[in-house]
């Protein structure tokens, strides 16, 4: 029995199954010996509009309850996508950081090497701020941060210790990210910034 509740629920989903008990029951209580018999008309017509006025409230609060969840789940899924977004920033900061790191190691000069530090110290400020916005579900803000990263990481010192190409394609391994994340963060229902409007 409880194999075929399951099944009729995973099936027809909560509220069919909900609706079919109802159902039954409603085609059975008129049919019950002995009520009907000891009233009268009135009585009949009371208990009848009762009934619908019960059926009616049942169902509204299904449908609240329907809508309760379904703005749940919307904002589960911005928090999830906000965490994504959160986490894929975090990756790309710890490896950025990692390969200025290697090249201030590797810088043959001491001003390289100053000029690696100074751009590494931009470049975590710059994601922190990021990132942060984000946390705070600051959209407007993160992308307004995301843009002075990127003008920062087009500074001149940043040819001491890349090339021309090694610097394009750090800022588009490391300082780039989908901006569409931030577009389906922006727009789904429970997600807020308390930024400026777009």
Do not use: C
């Not at 509009?49 to 409230?57: G, P």
């Not at 990021?130 to 500074?155: C, F, Q, T, W, Y």
Request: without cysteine.
């Amino acid at each position: 029995m409880v194999e075929m509740w399951k099944y009729a629920i995973g099936l027809a989903g909560l509220a069919a199954v909900v609706s079919f008990v109802f159902w039954s029951l409603y085609k059975s209580w008129l049919k019950l010996p002995g009520i009907f018999e000891r009233q009268n008309g009135d009585q009949t017509y009371r208990l009848f509009r009762l009934f619908l006025v019960l059926t009616f409230l049942f169902a509204l609060a299904g449908l609240a309850t329907y809508l309760a969840t379904r703005m749940n789940n919307g904002n589960s899924v911005a928090q999830a996508t906000l965490r994504e977004a959160i986490d894929t920033l975090h990756s790309r900061e710890d490896t950025g950081l990692d390969m200025l790191r290697q090249k201030q190691i590797a810088a043959s000069t001491t001003q390289a090497a100053e000029a690696a530090k100074e751009i590494s110290g931009k470049y975590k400020k710059g994601m922190d701020d990021v990132i942060d916005a984000l946390k705070k579900g600051e959209v407007n803000r993160a992308m307004d941060s995301h843009k002075n990263l990127i003008e920062g990481l087009h500074d001149p010192n940043m040819h001491q210790i890349f090339t021309p190409i090694e610097q394009d394609d750090f800022i588009n391994r490391f300082g780039y990210f989908p901006k569409e994340k931030y577009l389906r963060i922006e727009t789904q229902p429970g997600a807020h910034d308390s930024g400026r409007s777009t």
